[in-house]
Structures are given as structure tokens and as C-alpha cells.
């Protein structure tokens, strides 16, 4: 399994990113996907989730209205369009299966401030 993130960066606040997970190793279309992040001095997060086949998608309250999640089973990769971006965002980013495989990427940083 390998996953690898990228897209993050430095953004004021009410600014958008995209962030993108490119996915090896697994049957990607066989499995819910997910975006977790991870704040300095915080424990790992689930963001967003998208579930195979019919694509719904779940939001953690934080984050509703101002992320989406979606994926491109062709191309193997995931996706996380954020706008809105507030402080609170900052944090890396990772991408997994929602039942996490033992192995994560690196993450990409996301770092909103002024």
C-alpha cells in the first residue's frame, strides 16, 4: 500500500486548497476513503469520508460546508477541495482507507494564517 499526498501549502484564512492522494497497491475502488489531519500536540482526526460505488460522503462538523471529498476511481486518487480555510485547519493532512491500512503517507501540510 502506498499513499501519497500533495496540494497543501500556506493560505490566508478564507482561502481554498486542494489537496490530492495518489493510491498504489490496493484495489482503490473496493474501499471507503478517507481524509484524516493531525494538529500540532493533537491526536489524528477523521475529516471526510467517501464510500465506494454510490460516493456518499460524511463530514465531521468542523469541516461541513466547507470541504469536499471526492475521487477518481479511473486515476486512483483522492481528493479534498477546502475553502473557507480558517486557523483551525492548520494541520497535516493524510489519506487512508476509512478502516486504515497500517501504512500512511508522508501527509501534506496545511497551514492557514495571516
Known amino acids: 500500500v502506498q499513499l501519497v499526498e500533495s496540494g497543501g501549502g500556506l493560505v490566508q484564512p478564507g482561502g481554498s486548497l486542494r489537496l490530492s492522494c495518489a493510491a498504489s497497491?490496493?484495489?482503490?475502488?473496493?474501499?471507503?476513503m478517507s481524509w484524516y489531519r493531525q494538529a500540532p500536540g493533537k491526536e489524528r482526526e477523521l475529516v471526510a469520508t467517501?464510500?465506494?460505488?454510490?460516493?456518499?460522503?460524511n463530514y465531521a462538523d468542523s469541516v461541513k460546508g466547507r470541504f469536499t471529498i471526492s475521487r477518481d476511481d479511473f486515476k486512483n486518487t483522492l481528493y479534498l477541495q477546502m475553502n473557507s480555510l480558517k486557523s483551525e485547519d492548520t494541520a497535516v493532512y493524510y489519506c487512508?482507507?476509512?478502516?486504515?491500512?497500517?501504512?500512511w503517507g508522508q501527509g501534506t501540510q496545511v497551514t492557514v494564517s495571516s
Open positions: 467517501i464510500s465506494t460505488m454510490i460516493w456518499s460522503q
Open positions: 487512508n482507507a476509512r478502516n486504515p491500512f497500517d501504512s
Open positions: 497497491g490496493f484495489t482503490f475502488s473496493s474501499y471507503s
